[in-house]
């Protein structure tokens, strides 16, 4: 996902997420508590790199857009954002991204 001058490649997302162990995403995604401290890491990872909060939030952007074609919600929480995601229109899914970056700061 990230090149060796540190840019983010955000189409390699769903290779990324496809190579993640079926073990690895139960433990990240059985528990909301535990998905948020997945992605509170990953994002310090990205601001650390020098990521904008534009860029992280189209890297959620993405990530999300897996999830919901990919993966089924273990969770009412992840239910409930699943379910919005699936409605939203793509300015909406935009904003709900960045809101995503913002909780798990």
Known sequence: MVDDERNVDT?????TASRMSESKK???LSNFEEFKSYLHSKVQIGE???MSE???AKTAEK???????????RNSEENLLKELWKVGE????HKLAHMLVKLVK
Not at 11 to 15: A, G, I, Q, T
Not at 63 to 73: C, G, K, N, S, T
Not at 90 to 93: D, S
């Open 90 to 93: 793509q300015e909406e899914r």
């Open 26 to 28: 139960d433990e990240i």
């Open 48 to 50: 650390k790199m020098g």
């Open 11 to 15: 189409s390699k997302v769903e290779e």
């Open 54 to 56: 534009e860029t992280l």
């Open 63 to 73: 990530v999300a857009d897996y999830l919901a074609d990919h993966e089924e919600p």
